[in-house]
């Protein structure tokens, strides 16, 4: 607004100053005819021939002078010029010359009459354009205030409105906290940026809630995991020693003891397992295994740790060459994960038996996990991978439920997947796809 408004005040200022030189102009030739060539210098004459014409303009002083700077002619006797020198050289050098002094637009230029050079000098004010341009400059600068107030006005209100979401959204995630993660932020009704960003914040929120859930239910879990052995130790030492026992008691308790101690080792193992490998999350292993060795030394090691285990592998026919069952992987995370497998299957069937079969499927190495045990109700498959979930058909059976979201944990750290079916009372078929490496 400020840079129009100058713009349209100096074009007029320049249009006024051009149009009131060239009235100026105009005048000052008329009045120099008048005098010069009927060669009559008499200001009444001249006085008169400017009253009642309508090209007289307002406060209008006039001068002539030869070109050696005698005055021929003047309507204002004290009139001075400290310019005279400056205009009369210019206007020898053939310019007009135009300049402002005071209120009075004043005008030098050559008079020609016969062989004879005057400088003619002209000086009048421009009374209606300088009101013209006065009412100009107060119109404008009112146009500017109403400008600046409105859009301030207009502009601080609907910035208001179109911030309101965001002042919303603001003031509710200052009340999130960690204990009030099922505090949602307003979504609106729109599908804008505001919106959309406000739907993207309550999905975090929600993976965050899940997150610390699982979290709590973890340590709430593993906390009771860890109690349960202690008390049975603390239990049976205490009842121990309320008298003296004989030899053969004093062995039972211990061997008891050493069971929940066994136990107690067994799940912290896992426990440090499950950390080590959730703060890993999916790495570039860069170690070259071969399934088939895995799964023989875990073979191995199940049948030192419970030789009533019946371990039975199979090759797919798919499998041409060793080569195409390695993949790039961590061994020992590698064989903790097929060694829990192998135990779930045998120690949920009664014949303590599983059935192992490996091979290759694209770019996958597969194992399959097979058994004919008690097999995992529907409703729990989908939830048998979390930490410390035990399905209810399996509860007299030892376990702390840590095991398969170790399983789970270790595959998806080597980039594979997990699939369970089961059929209750039938059996269980889980099966392991790891990428290849070639
Ligand atoms: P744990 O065996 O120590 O209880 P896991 O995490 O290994 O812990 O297994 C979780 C649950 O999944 C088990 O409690 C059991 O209910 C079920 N499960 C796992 N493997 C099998 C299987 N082969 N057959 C039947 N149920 C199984």
């Known amino acids: 607004m400020l840079i129009a408004s100058l713009a349209i005040y100096y074009s007029s200022a320049n249009l006024r100053r051009h149009d009131f030189n060239n009235l100026l102009?105009?005048?000052?030739?008329?009045?120099?005819?008048?005098?010069?060539?009927?060669?009559?210098?008499?200001?009444?004459?001249?006085?008169?021939?400017?009253?009642?014409n309508p090209a007289k303009l307002q406060d209008e002083k006039f001068l002539i002078l030869t070109l050696d700077k005698d005055i021929l002619y003047t309507t204002d006797k004290n009139w001075e010029f400290k310019e005279i020198n400056t205009i009369i050289g210019q206007v020898r050098?053939?310019?007009?010359?135009?300049?402002?002094?005071?209120?009075?637009?004043?005008?030098?230029?050559?008079?020609?009459?016969?062989?004879?050079?005057?400088?003619?000098?002209?000086?009048?004010?421009?009374?209606?354009?300088?009101?013209?341009?006065?009412?100009?400059?107060i119109v404008l600068m009112v146009v500017c205030l109403v400008s600046l107030i409105s859009f301030f006005v207009v502009g601080w209100f609907f910035s208001g409105r179109a911030l309101k979401p965001i002042s919303d959204i603001v003031s509710n995630v200052e009340d999130i906290s960690i204990t009030s993660l099922n505090l949602r932020v307003p979504e609106g009704v729109g599908n804008?940026?505001?919106?959309?960003?406000?739907?993207?914040?309550?999905?975090?929120?929600?993976?965050?809630e899940t997150s610390?859930?699982?979290?709590?239910?973890?340590?709430?879990?593993?906390?009771?995991?860890?109690?349960?052995?202690?008390?049975?130790?603390?239990?049976?030492?205490?009842?121990?020693?309320?008298?003296?026992?004989s030899t053969e008691e004093y062995r039972n308790t211990l061997g008891s003891v050493l069971e929940d101690i066994k136990s107690l080792i067994d799940l912290s193992n896992r426990l440090i397992l499950v950390a080590r490998t959730s703060s890993e999350g999916p790495s570039g292993y860069n170690n070259k295994i071969r399934i088939?060795?895995?799964?023989?030394?875990?073979?191995?090691?199940?049948?030192?740790?419970?030789?009533?285990?019946?371990?039975?592998?199979?090759?797919?026919?798919?499998?041409?060459d060793s080569e195409k069952i390695i993949v790039a992987g961590d061994e020992y995370l590698l064989k903790t994960a097929v060694t829990n497998l192998i135990e779930n299957a045998c120690k949920y069937s009664s014949d303590n038996s599983v059935f192992i079969k490996f091979g290759r499927e694209d770019k996958w190495v597969k194992v399959v996990f097979e058994d004919k045990g008690i097999g995992i109700p529907e409703e729990d498959i989908r939830k048998i991978l979390e930490p410390f979930y035990?399905?209810?058909?399996?509860?007299?059976?030892?376990?702390?439920?840590?095991?398969?979201?170790?399983?789970?944990?270790?595959?998806?750290?080597?980039?594979?997947?997990?699939?369970?079916?089961?059929?209750?009372?039938?059996?269980?078929?889980?099966?392991?796809?790891?990428p290849a490496l070639t």
């Open 93 to 137: 050098a053939g310019k007009d010359v135009f300049y402002k002094h005071n209120s009075y637009d004043v005008l030098g230029t050559l008079h020609r009459t016969g062989l004879y050079e005057f400088v003619v000098i002209g000086a009048a004010i421009d009374k209606d354009g300088h009101l013209h341009m006065k009412k100009l400059r």
């Open 292 to 320: 088939d060795e895995i799964i023989w030394q875990a073979q191995e090691e199940m049948k030192k740790f419970n030789p009533s285990y019946h371990i039975s592998i199979s090759l797919d026919n798919s499998v041409t």
């Open 25 to 52: 102009k105009s005048r000052a030739e008329s009045v120099a005819r008048l005098v010069l060539d009927s060669y009559e210098y008499n200001t009444n004459l001249i006085l008169r021939s400017g009253t009642g």
């Open 212 to 245: 610390f859930g699982m979290q709590k239910s973890f340590i709430a879990n593993a906390s009771h995991e860890l109690r349960t052995p202690l008390t049975s130790i603390n239990g049976q030492i205490e009842v121990l020693m309320m008298k003296d026992r």
């Open 192 to 208: 804008d940026e505001i919106g959309r960003l406000a739907k993207t914040f309550n999905k975090m929120l929600e993976r965050l």
């Open 390 to 434: 035990r399905s209810t058909n399996a509860v007299t059976i030892p376990g702390s439920g840590i095991g398969l979201s170790l399983v789970n944990q270790i595959v998806k750290n080597h980039n594979g997947s997990i699939d369970i079916t089961s059929k209750l009372s039938e059996g269980t078929r889980i099966t392991l796809q790891l």
